[in-house]
């Protein structure tokens, strides 16, 4: 058995980010590695996972460039094509071998010859099972491993694929059962093969039980620490691989969603998180309606907000107001610098033309339509999210929540604006009422909680979120940390606080001061600030853990976080064009660029640090992913965001609902 070795690693070569890294291994290690033997066409057959896999890193169009010809499904029946090639790339499980086998046996296999592809370490009972077969080992072209088993959903995030994680690992009557076991399992190997594909050897750090008694300690309290044990106990069989580390050289966090249960609900501002929580998308794609070209009946039209759109990979982290006034500038820079635009625009009054009108004017343009494409879906989109903004009232709620989290906020502000402003939707009370059973535990103690239903006209099926909330937090006699949601930051102030204000952090547009608790854990595990009580490490012996540190801390200390000027001035007019220096776009002939906001901090990859793993089990939230986006370019080390998926408000709402009982 071999496992084909990467050329470039975060060890040497080429620096690649975290979802390039997957992508390249696939294409030129697994697929290119093939064309050794033979140049001509081939098959690729994939299982329901390792075809997700695949989905995620690749395009059919990367696929077609490597010589592959057709895409299968290993359990369905295949025509046999006994003059092509295949590459398997499937689970290393039982099923699938018997299938493998039974295709390439006997007389008159389905191919010519096959290239296997493990996405997991193969057990050796099936290699031994796959050796028996005399026939079919001469037409092996390779047998190999590839570790690769997670799926990438952005440039600096993965998930598991575990979409009922809060059900299988926190709900009720769900300890020591085969599915919590397995849930747990398959989600250690799945992050497991992230370090083995990227030769990273982790100090692996998790969330301790926050009860100080054991005796109070739940089963839940203990999950972060069992997921630690069972990926540590996968990375060390890997240490075997040829080039693999045999010294930590990244920090992996394990945390669950207890240590922040409002991040997942509070409204995020960011252009991205607004398209998922306000329109009716499906995962990244969005349907619009566009002008009929015979002038009929407007047209539906599916897009992908996803890497390949430039406009969206400048924008997705940007506040809604700033992007929208980066669209309008666009536009206006477009019309200005086009003859035929100002010419269309001429024939119009002379008043200040809005974005829609810049966006008719450039439509009219048939010639430049293919530039404008993007631009024009962006306008559509953001409109419709200002549109939706002004109409919910959304802005009134907005503050309210972020008042609450800093504790500017209390009961009685809470209270005011159910009584007053009637026509929220009960989706959105419900937000704030998580948002201040996070802030206000005790205010949800007896009766006081249906009180605060009744007055919000919520059903009891969501004040069993609220109750749930409580579950998935655990032991109730906690030690005081830094993640404890009810704690007051503050002396001057009589209300709570789940945030501090963070000295130095601008505010450059209105509702933008929120921030995940993440934020704050891993700017203190790169400065070693981060608790061991809280946060304490699985590597052996404390000598590594000790040298680990101090390495890096070198790292660190040779690739400061450039400060800007502007950085260090307090906020300022939410309508000042400053944006913060982690989200500035640059070389742009508009003034703004259309690649991603982390363009600027791969200027000098020599310069970067060590990578950090943050795994979320729960579910992790754009907020979070933002984040890691900021916390990449200011401590110069890119930050990866895994979890067991990713959740917008509903969805997470929908999770939370069953976890007491019921299915999603």
């Known amino acids: 058995m071999s496992f084909s070795d990467s050329e470039t690693s975060s ?6 980010f975290f979802r390039q890294f997957s992508r390249d291994r696939l ?6 590695s093939t064309n050794a033997d033979s140049k001509s066409w081939k098959v690729l057959i994939m299982d329901k996972v390792t075809v997700k896999v695949m989905s995620h890193s690749c395009k059919m169009a990367d696929i077609t460039d490597r010589g592959v010809s057709l895409v299968e499904d290993l359990f369905r029946r295949r025509q046999p094509l006994p003059s092509m090639d295949a590459v398997y790339f499937i689970q290393p499980s039982k099923e699938n071998v018997v299938m493998f086998l039974s295709d390439m046996s006997g007389r008159e296999p389905l191919y010519k010859k ?3 592809f493990f996405s997991t370490p193969i057990p050796k009972e099936l290699v031994n099972h796959i050796k028996s077969d005399t026939s079919v080992l001469p037409r092996i072209g390779a047998l190999r491993e590839m570790n690769l088993e997670y799926f990438p959903i952005d440039r600096q995030a993965f998930i598991t694929d575990h979409e009922r994680a809060l059900e299988e690992l926190f709900g009720d009557n769900v300890q020591n059962t085969r599915q919590f076991d397995t849930c747990l399992n398959t989600m250690a190997k ?3 093969t992230v370090f083995a594909s990227m030769k990273e050897f982790p100090m692996v750090r998790y969330r301790a039980p926050k009860a100080s008694d054991a005796s109070t300690t739940t089963f839940r309290d203990l999950i972060p620490s069992k997921l630690a044990t069972a990926v540590w106990s996968c990375i060390e069989k890997y240490k075997s691989i040829p080039n693999f580390p045999q010294t930590e050289t990244c920090e992996l966090l394990i945390l669950d969603r207890s240590v922040d249960q409002i991040a997942p609900v509070i409204h995020e501002w960011t252009y991205d998180a607004m398209c998922h929580d306000l329109l009716d998308m499906d995962g990244n794609k969005y349907v619009l309606e566009v002008p009929s070209k015979t002038g009929g009946q407007p047209e539906k039209k599916e897009v992908l907000l996803e890497d390949h759109d430039p406009v969206w990979l400048e924008l997705r982290h940007a506040h809604i107001a700033d992007a929208s006034e980066r669209l309008h500038d666009k536009m206006t820079n477009f019309v200005s610098k086009n003859k035929a635009a100002q010419i269309q625009q001429s024939s119009r009054d002379g008043g200040e033309l809005s974005t829609r009108d810049l966006q008719k004017i450039v439509q009219a343009l048939p010639q430049y339509s293919e530039q404008v494409d993007k631009l024009s879906l962006h306008v559509e989109i953001a409109g419709k999210i200002n549109h939706i903004i002004r109409d919910i009232g959304l802005r009134d ?62 059903s009891s099926e969501d004040m069993k979120i609220v109750n749930n909330m409580r579950l998935l937090a655990g032991s109730l006699n906690s030690k005081k940390s830094s993640t404890d949601f009810s704690l007051k930051f503050d002396g001057q102030k009589t209300k709570q606080a789940a945030r501090k204000e963070r000295p130095g952090e601008e505010e450059t547009w209105a509702l933008f001061k929120f921030y995940p608790i993440i934020e704050e854990l891993i700017e203190n595990l790169c400065k070693g600030e981060l608790p061991k009580s809280d946060y304490p ?29 502007s950085e260090k001035k307090t906020g300022h007019s939410v309508r000042s064009r400053r944006t913060p220096s982690w989200a500035k776009p640059q070389n742009s002939d508009d003034g703004y660029s259309s690649d991603s906001i982390l363009n600027h901090a791969v200027a000098d990859l020599r310069k970067m640090g060590q990578r950090i793993f943050v795994f979320m089990i729960g579910g992790a939230t754009r907020s979070e992913l933002r984040a890691c986006y900021k916390l990449t370019t200011k401590l110069r080390r890119e930050v990866v965001l895994g979890s067991t998926s990713f959740n917008d408000p509903p969805e997470y709402i929908s999770k939370m609902k069953v976890i007491s009982d019921g299915k999603i």
């Open 190 to 192: 799945r992050i497991a």
């Open 397 to 458: 709620l907005g503050q309210l929540e972020q008042d609450l989290v800093f504790g500017d906020a209390g009961a009685k502000d809470v209270i005011n604006f159910l009584r007053m402003k009637q026509d929220v939707t009960p989706e959105n009370k419900l937000r704030l009422l998580m948002i201040y059973a996070s802030v206000y535990p005790e205010k949800f103690e007896g009766d006081k909680a249906s009180k605060l239903m009744q007055l919000a006209r919520l």
């Open 27 to 32: 294409l030129h290690e697994m697929l290119e």
């Open 11 to 16: 060890q040497g070569g080429e620096y690649k």
């Open 114 to 116: 096959a290239y296997v």
């Open 537 to 565: 490490c699985m590597n052996h012996p404390s000598s590594a853990e000790q040298e680990s540190t101090s390495r890096f801390s070198v790292r660190k200390k040779a690739a400061p976080a450039t400060t800007t000027p």
